[in-house]
């Protein structure tokens, strides 16, 4: 059974990439799955001193929850909680190689470093969609003044790499070509000290962003539950199924 994620090593990092080009890298419930279990073998592995998270071709990242086709994860599996709703004890560095739309942008967030390359872009469109974005709402209110926050995520409009870096969002802007190999030096350079000292370190930066635990992660996605509930939702999901503007009822 495909998982849609491949991985490979570099010295001590392990590199997960989401490999699904043809639906620009989308979740569906195997994706997730496969994602949560190479980061929960990565964070197993003695050996593996960091993650580097990538997509698979240069089109997007991730291009978010796929709308088409999301099923139910296989019972038992690890999902993305593994290391998006706590403080994963080893660096992540996203090497965003194209658009990260939604949750795609959420994994973005829940990196620890971010490398971008030049054509990569950032947004979160789910209010356009009839839908909440409440994963990336809730970690860039975090980060980013509210009118920022506000821009971003009531107009759904995306911006690019370099504005990302203007907003502290991203740490570098290189070209595609160098991504992974910029990605993979920047992992390298995060796990240079003591392993204890890393992990502590990013403990330390998780509470002072008041990072939410996991009974607050689910107080936050049943807020943003009826949203998804909605005729909106339907109708937003089925207008962009069809590429045209969708007629909103409110319900």
């Known amino acids: 059974m495909t998982t849609f994620v491949r991985t490979e090593r570099r010295g001590a990092v392990q590199i997960v990439t989401i490999d699904r080009p043809e639906r620009r890298n989308a979740l569906c419930a195997l994706t997730i799955a496969g994602l949560g279990a190479a980061f ?53 560095v996203a090497a965003v190689n194209g658009a990260a739309v939604g949750g795609g942008f959420e994994l973005v967030l829940a990196a620890d470093l971010v490398i ?53 969002l991203i740490n570098e802007v290189v070209p595609t070509t160098d991504l992974l190999d910029r990605a993979v030096a920047m992992a390298e350079r995060a796990i240079a000290g003591a392993p204890l000292a890393i992990q502590i370190t990013k403990e330390l930066i998780f509470r002072e962003r008041r990072e939410h635990d996991d009974a607050e992660w689910r107080a936050i996605r049943a807020l943003a539950a009826p949203a998804f509930a909605s005729e909106d939702a339907k109708e937003g999901v089925k207008a962009f199924a069809e590429r045209r503007a969708p007629h909103w009822t409110g319900r």
């Open 116 to 168: 971008a390359a030049t054509h990569a872009s950032f947004s979160v469109p789910e209010v356009l969609r009839g839908l909440v974005g409440a994963g990336c709402t809730t970690r860039l209110a975090a980060r980013l003044p509210p009118v920022l926050v506000a821009e971003l995520t009531l107009t759904g409009q995306k911006i690019s790499a370099a504005r990302a870096q203007q907003l502290g």
């Open 40 to 92: 929960a073998e990565a964070e197993k592995d003695r050996s593996v001193r960091a993650v580097v998270l990538t997509g698979a071709g240069d089109a997007a990242f991730c291009a978010g929850m796929d709308l088409k086709d999301f099923g139910t994860p296989p019972a038992g599996s690890v999902g993305l909680e593994v290391f998006t709703n706590r403080c994963y004890p080893k660096p992540i």
